[in-house]
C-alpha cells in the first residue's frame, strides 16, 4: 500500500460520534479499511433529516455523499444507477431503520481490528493474497459486497443489518437478515477479497459459476471458525440430496437463473442456492483430502477461465458420487 493509500486509512471521525460518545473526537487507524464514505453518509444524514426543503435535501446528499466520495465509488455510483433522489426516497421511507443501523455503524468502526485479524488469517491460508483495500459505503439494498476495481466495496445497510433491526421488508427479506450470522460483515469481506484472487472469469458454465462463488464462502467459514449462517447453506444442509439431482441436470449447461443471481424470481428462500452446490462441492473435497493446505490452494487457484479445468476438480473432489455411496 502506497503512502497516499496508508493516509487515506487514517481516519478522523467527529460529527459522527457526537450523539453517541464523549469526548466527541474519535480517530481510528486501520491498515485495510476505509470508513470515510459510510462516515461522509451519517454526516449528511444529519442535515437531511434537520430540514423539509426537499430541494435542499438533494442538494446536501449530492454534495456530501456523491462528491465526497472515494474515488472508486464516485465512479461505481453511476453505474449503479444510483442519484441523490434515491437516497432521499429511502431516508424518509425508512427512519427506524436508519437509526438502528447508524448504532450498528459505530460498532462497526470499533471491531476494525477483528475484520482486519481475519484478512490476516486468510492470507496465511494463501501466501500470494494481496488484501485489497476495503471501502464501507451506503447503497440501496441491492447487495452486501463486491469487488470493484483494486478495492473491495461493502455496503453496511445490508452487511450490517439482521433480524433485529426494523428491515424495509419492500427491498430485502427480513427472514434474510435474520438468520445472518454474528460475523455477517467479515464474511461479505472475506468472500469478495476471494473474488479478488481468482482469474478474471469468462467461462460461464452454470459448474464454474457455482464454484467459483462457492468456493469463495466455503474459505470464508474456514477463515471464520463457525459454520456460515447463511439462508441457502441452512436450506441446502438440510436438502442436500434433492438440490444436488436438480443440479446435476443443469450444471453443463450456460442457464443460471434457476442457481444464482435470481432474487426475486425464484420462491422466497430458494434463492442462490448454486451458492450452496459450489460450497458443498468445495467442502465435500475438503474433507476428503489428505492435504488440507494444498486442498485450500487448489480450490483458490482454479482457473475459471476454462470450463475444462474446473470440470476436472469436480471430477477430482468425487461430489457427484456423494450419495451413490461410491466415493
Known amino acids: 500500500m502506497n503512502m497516499i493509500s496508508q493516509m487515506k486509512f487514517l481516519l478522523t471521525i467527529t460529527c459522527f460520534f457526537m450523539p453517541f460518545t464523549a469526548p466527541a ?8 479499511l476505509s470508513f470515510n464514505n459510510m ?20 442538494k ?18 453511476p453505474l449503479l444507477g444510483y442519484t441523490a433522489s434515491d437516497y432521499l426516497a429511502y431516508i424518509r421511507a425508512y427512519p427506524r431503520f436508519w437509526k438502528g443501523l447508524r448504532e450498528r455503524s459505530i460498532s462497526l468502526i470499533w471491531q476494525h481490528k477483528e475484520i482486519e485479524r481475519s484478512l490476516k488469517k486468510l492470507k496465511r491460508l494463501h501466501r500470494s493474497l494481496e488484501i485489497p483495500d476495503v471501502d464501507f459505503m451506503v447503497g440501496r439494498f441491492e447487495f452486501g459486497g463486491k469487488p470493484f476495481m483494486n478495492h473491495v466495496m461493502i455496503a453496511v445497510e445490508v452487511a450490517s443489518a439482521d433480524g433485529n433491526l426494523d428491515i424495509p421488508s419492500s427491498d430485502y427479506d427480513s427472514q434474510l437478515y435474520s438468520n445472518y450470522a454474528v460475523d455477517a460483515v467479515t464474511y461479505f469481506i472475506l468472500h469478495e477479497t476471494i473474488h479478488t484472487m481468482q482469474p478474471d472469469f469468462s467461462a460461464q458454465d ?38 444436488w439431482e436438480a443440479f446435476k441436470k443443469q450444471m453443463n449447461g450456460f442457464n443460471y437463473e434457476d442457481w444464482l443471481y435470481n432474487k426475486g424470481f425464484v420462491v422466497r428462500g430458494q434463492e442462490d442456492l448454486g451458492y450452496f452446490m459450489g460450497y458443498a462441492i468445495c467442502k465435500y473435497y475438503f474433507e476428503h483430502a489428505k492435504n488440507k493446505k494444498k486442498a485450500i490452494r487448489r480450490i483458490i487457484n482454479l482457473n475459471y477461465m ?11 473432489t468425487g461430489y457427484e458420487n456423494k450419495f451413490a455411496g461410491k466415493f
Open 25 to 32: 473526537q474519535k480517530t481510528v487507524t486501520s491498515k485495510y
Open 306 to 316: 476454462k470450463n475444462t479445468e474446473v470440470y476436472k476438480f469436480f471430477l477430482e
Open 206 to 243: 452454470l459448474l464454474s459459476l457455482c464454484i467459483m462463488e462457492g468456493s469463495c464462502d466455503f474459505i470464508a467459514e474456514i477463515v471464520i471458525g463457525k459454520p456460515l449462517n447463511r439462508p441457502y447453506i441452512i436450506l441446502g444442509n438440510k436438502s442436500e440430496e434433492k438440490i
Open 39 to 58: 462516515v461522509n453518509f451519517w454526516n449528511v444524514y444529519d442535515k437531511v433529516i434537520s430540514i423539509k426543503d426537499s430541494a435542499e435535501q438533494i
Open 60 to 77: 446536501i446528499i449530492q454534495q456530501g455523499y456523491f462528491k465526497k466520495a472515494s474515488y472508486e465509488l464516485r465512479l461505481m455510483l
